[in-house]
T-cell receptor, first 112, second 114 residues
Framework: NAGVTQTPKFRILKIGQSMTLQCTQD?????MYWYRQDPGMGLKLIYY???????DKGEVPNGYNVSRSTTEDFPLRLELAAPSQTSVYFC???????????FGSGTRLTVV | AQSVTQPDIHITVSEGASLELRCNYS??????LFWYVQSPGQGLQLLLK??????LVQGIKGFEAEFKRSQSSFNLRKPSVHWSDAAEYFC????????????FGQGTTLQVKP
């Protein structure tokens, strides 16, 4: 099984551009999450979903949007890229609760 | 507010030496807890988890962790460190509510000296 697949792995955006970070999982997990990782700050939750059609904000949602039309896919949308969104983005999925997450390999985004 | 604290930002140990990485959490009830490892340029991999029962849990790569409710701690240990253990380690605990959300510590970077 592929697990959690994120694309692209690297991207450079100009200020004001938009892009979608893709995340797909093949484990039939209901729960999916987007985190961003900044040096020395750990991981901060951006958005999460507990099932298809259900999404909610995490700790740092401003500047981002998500959708969950299928169990497998959970894309993260940046509408107007800003330098503060320069980060490494991780998608994760789980059965929920005490099962823990399976992480993707991350997308390194630079906004210039 | 719930929190997970890893007091040590950076630790250096010699290869073959023992290792202990500290993690303290605030939750208000007995939580389930996780340790993840992140190698450079990689995603996070689950090392081990505590859910209930035995407070000493075994994980992959020879790691273990001990849950101590009285100290609100979940420290990660390894008896003999290998150079390949150099990585960043994250402790995580659940956020209240049935959403599976986790809060992560700031991470501890482990450097291994030859």
């Amino acid at each position: 099984n592929a697990g959690v697949t994120q694309t692209p792995k690297f991207r450079i955006l100009k200020i004001g551009q938009s892009m979608t970070l893709q995340c797909t999982q093949d484990m039939n997990h209901n729960y999916m999450y987007w985190y961003r990782q900044d040096p020395g700050m750990g991981l901060k939750l951006i958005y999460y979903s507990v099932g298809a059609g259900i999404t909610d904000k995490g700790e740092v949602p401003n500047g981002y949007n998500v959708s969950r039309s299928t169990t497998e896919d959970f894309p993260l949308r940046l509408e107007l890229a800003a330098p503060s969104q320069t980060s490494v983005y991780f998608c994760a999925s789980s059965y929920g609760g005490a099962e823990g997450y399976t992480f993707g390999s991350g997308t390194r985004l630079t906004v210039v | 507010a719930q929190s997970v604290t890893q007091p040590d930002i950076h630790i250096t140990v010699s290869e073959g030496a023992s290792l202990e990485l500290r993690c303290n959490y605030s939750y208000g009830a007995t939580p389930y807890l996780f340790w993840y490892v992140q190698s450079p340029g990689q995603g996070l991999q689950l090392l081990l988890k505590y859910f209930s029962g035995d407070t000493l849990v075994q994980g992959i790569k020879g790691f273990e962790a001990e849950f101590k409710r009285s100290q609100s701690s979940f420290n990660l240990r390894k008896p003999s460190v290998h150079w390949s253990d150099a990585a960043e380690y994250f402790c995580a605990a659940p956020i209240r509510g049935n959403t599976g959300k986790l809060i992560f510590g700031q991470g501890t970077t482990l450097q291994v000296k030859p």
